[in-house]
């Protein structure tokens, strides 16, 4: 099976994390601030947070934002459910903005409708969290604009988009936002096995999360409440939690990081050979928007809607048995069981809706070859001319 995402690990990741773990620290150690000071001096942002995964550099990020009861939340129906599930677990709601029929990111036309709406209801949100589908940079500067005339505040969610650019500005910048989240994953662009980042500009806003993700202490002279403390002293001044990264994962990530550049170029290259491989199909192929250089995370297409759902399935199906990995990337997060519970149904949100009953992800990934990917290109053109 060709699967649609996979790490590539080197002897170099592997010597990077033999030596932390010979080493005296295997967490708390200098290995995490290393890995943060890199991506922070790579998207240049002045702050980054690592934390065990992407949802729990949501959920600080809320946190520290002081999202909490009585607040609203918006993102997108077309992402991974933790993007909405960091307002739960904080009391606060949730509601979603559609996507747009092109990107499959938040569709700003939609936005800018629904926050006209919100503000004569007295129902703005809170915060903002836009998603960058599939590795590709949402219209921030346009989001941000509306976050100063209505007031939210903006995470951007880049769980796919390490190594992407809008207008040659690195996604994690945090021009256009409070705060923006990385993910490690193994399927992501790079790994550290499991693990997150949030970068930020604030000072204040990195500090609260950085107690947040471990027990809500802090042992900074500045930050105490004693004068004058003793070597052992600290105190607990929040709620946290323990979401540190340890020192191996971030071993692991500092070392992937080196080949961000080359793991984002050679993705880009397998998506123009998709590109042309699946001309002339009855497909809606991804399409990078003018300004953007997608990370390209994920390559997702549109098979004919207009065939059903069992066409879909089908296609799906054979295309395993082939041996090719393809997945479903998203299943909306508003009608997931739990989500329908809320109140949430078929019908609010169309554009998403219609991305779930036709997208199709294909393998892509920096080691994919290009006799794997045309074994891929080759499957989709027979089953969809059998199907």
Known sequence: ???????????????????????????????????????????????????????????????????????????????????????????????????????????????????????????????????????????????????QQYGFKVIEDASHSIGAARHDEAVGSCRWSQ?????????????????????????????????????????????????????????????????????????????????LGAYVERRNALARRYDAALQGLPLQLPMVRTGNRSAFHLYSVHLDRSRGAEYHRKVFDELRKRGIGVNLHYTPVHLQPYYRKLGFHRGQFPQAEIHGESALTLPLYAALTEEQQDQASSALREVLQDA
């Open 179 to 259: 705060v923006t989240v990385f993910s490690f994953h193994p399927v992501k662009i790079i790994t550290s096995a499991e693990g997150g980042m949030a970068m930020t500009r604030d000072g204040e806003l990195a500090g609260r999360m950085a107690m947040l993700r471990s027990h809500g202490i802090t042992r900074e002279p500045a930050r105490l409440h004693r004068a004058d403390p003793p070597p052992w002293y600290y105190e607990q001044q929040m709620l946290g939690f323990n979401y540190r990264m340890t020192d191996v994962h971030a071993a692991l990530g500092t070392s992937q990081l080196t080949r």
């Open 1 to 147: 099976m060709i699967p649609y995402g996979r790490q590539d690990v080197t002897q170099a990741d592997i010597d990077a994390v033999v030596e932390v773990l010979r080493s005296d620290f295997l967490t708390q150690g200098a290995a995490v601030p290393r890995f943060e000071a890199a991506v922070a001096s790579l998207v240049g942002a002045d702050h980054a947070i690592a934390v065990n995964s992407a949802t729990s550099a949501l959920h600080i990020a809320c946190l520290a934002l002081e999202l909490g009861p009585g607040d609203i939340l918006w993102t997108v129906p077309n992402t991974f459910v933790a993007s909405a599930n960091c307002a739960l677990y904080c009391g606060a709601s949730v509601d979603f903005v559609d996507i747009d029929p092109h990107t499959w990111n938040l569709s700003t036309a939609a936005f800018e409708c629904k926050l006209a709406e919100a503000a004569k209801a007295g129902r703005l949100p809170k915060i903002v969290i836009p998603v960058h589908f599939a590795g590709q940079p949402t219209d921030q500067e346009r989001i941000w604009g509306l976050s």
